[in-house]
T-cell receptor, first 118, second 115 residues
């Protein structure tokens, strides 16, 4: 069965600090997809990134970067020079390819509540 | 920018009553999903829907739940006889292709409170 663990329940940093959110996953499949979503105080889920299991290249998008390491089953998310607007709950999620060949449901971690203090 | 729309934003219902949560997915999307999030907890997959039938469902999605696409635009989740533990935020999502190929876009959620 698939599982996503976000061990950090809450992180609080001062604005402009860098912060890394950890995500460790478990799956028996060789083909799977990893995601990060942001849930701001308003409650919606905002898609940040999707990564397939065959692509281990790190990705950078502005102040966001992701480090995918298959060897340790981790997909960590770093925010550089954090801002108050980054305050939110961040969810890591996993999707396996089902028997029909298409991945459907996402398995979410419990989320990390990130607080950026001014 | 196209978005997934959910109504109502908040619904209060008495235990044992039926509720229908409504969603309007993005118009050119073909895959539809319902998730729920009990307050303060993780988001949990309920069901996915494609080509007018359920594609996948979780253990949470038992006989009291059903989904329907009654017309070309709406996607609904019905809970037949609500229980206190059904109180949660329910998210609808849609994607153009399967999640392997493209991201799913989530609605703002409907907060269901069962009293």
């Amino acid at each position: 069965a698939q599982k996503v663990t976000q061990a950090q329940t809450e992180i609080s940093v001062v604005e402009k600090e860098d912060v890394t959110l950890d995500c460790v996953y478990e799956t028996r499949d060789t083909t799977y997809y990893l995601f990060w979503y942001k849930q701001p105080p308003s409650g919606e889920l905002v898609f940040l990134i999707r990564r397939n299991s065959f692509d281990e290249q790190n990705e950078i998008s502005g102040r966001y970067s992701w480090n995918f390491q298959k060897s340790t089953s981790s997909f960590n998310f770093t925010i550089t020079a954090s801002q108050v607007v980054d305050s939110a709950v961040y969810f890591c999620a996993l999707s396996e390819v089902n028997s029909g060949g298409g991945a459907d449901g996402l398995t979410f971690g419990k989320g990390t509540h990130l607080i950026i203090q001014p | 920018e196209p978005e997934v729309t959910q109504t109502p934003s908040h619904q209060v219902t008495q235990m044992g009553q039926e509720v229908i949560l409504r969603c309007v997915p993005i118009s050119n999307h073909l895959y539809f999903y319902w998730y729920r999030q009990i307050l303060g907890q993780k988001v949990e997959f309920l069901v996915s829907f494609y080509n007018n039938e359920i594609s996948e469902k979780s253990e949470i999605f038992d006989d009291q739940f059903s989904v329907e696409r009654p017309d070309g635009s709406n996607f609904t989740l019905k809970i037949r006889s609500t229980k206190l533990e059904d109180s949660a935020m329910y998210f609808c999502a849609s994607s153009r292709n399967r999640v392997v190929d493209t991201e799913a876009f989530f609605g703002q959620g409907t907060r269901l409170t069962v009293v």
